[in-house]
Nanobody, 123 residues
C-alpha cells in the first residue's frame, strides 16, 4: 500500500511563505499525478494544485495562481507546494493526494491521501 505524509505546515503572518512537503512511501509515485487540496473550517475540501507525471504539467486554482508553486522530486518520491504571499483565507488543512494516470482536479478521482497538515495565516 502507498502512504503519503505531509509536513511543513504551521503558523505564518499574512504575506509570509511556507513550503509543504508530501513524502510518499510504500510504492513509487513517479508515474502518478499528484495533487494538493485544502479544507478550511466549515467548508468543503477544494482543489489547490496538481502536477502530472511525464511532462510534469501543472495546474492551479484561480485563488492560488501566481502565489503557489507545485513541484516534484521523483528521486525523493516527494512533492512540494511552495506558498508565497499567504493570505488569511489560505488558512486550511492541506492534503496531498495521488492518482494513477493524468491530472485531475476532482478529489474523488484520487486514490491515495495523506492525513493533512494545518496551515494558519494570521492577519
Amino acid at each position: 500500500h502507498g502512504q503519503l505524509v505531509e509536513s511543513g505546515g504551521g503558523l505564518v503572518q499574512a504575506g509570509g511563505s511556507l513550503r509543504l512537503s508530501c513524502a510518499a512511501s510504500g510504492r513509487t509515485f513517479s508515474s502518478y499525478a499528484m495533487g494538493w487540496f485544502r479544507q478550511a473550517p466549515g467548508k468543503e475540501r477544494d482543489f489547490v494544485s496538481a502536477i502530472c507525471w511525464g511532462r510534469r504539467s501543472t495546474y492551479y486554482s484561480d485563488s492560488v495562481k501566481g502565489r503557489f508553486t507545485i513541484s516534484r522530486d521523483n528521486a525523493k518520491n516527494t512533492v512540494y507546494l511552495q506558498m508565497n504571499s499567504l493570505k488569511p483565507e489560505d488558512t486550511a488543512v492541506y492534503y496531498c493526494a495521488a492518482r494513477v494516470g493524468v491530472c485531475r482536479q476532482n478529489q474523488s478521482e484520487y486514490d491515495y491521501w495523506g492525513q493533512g497538515t494545518q496551515v494558519t495565516v494570521s492577519s
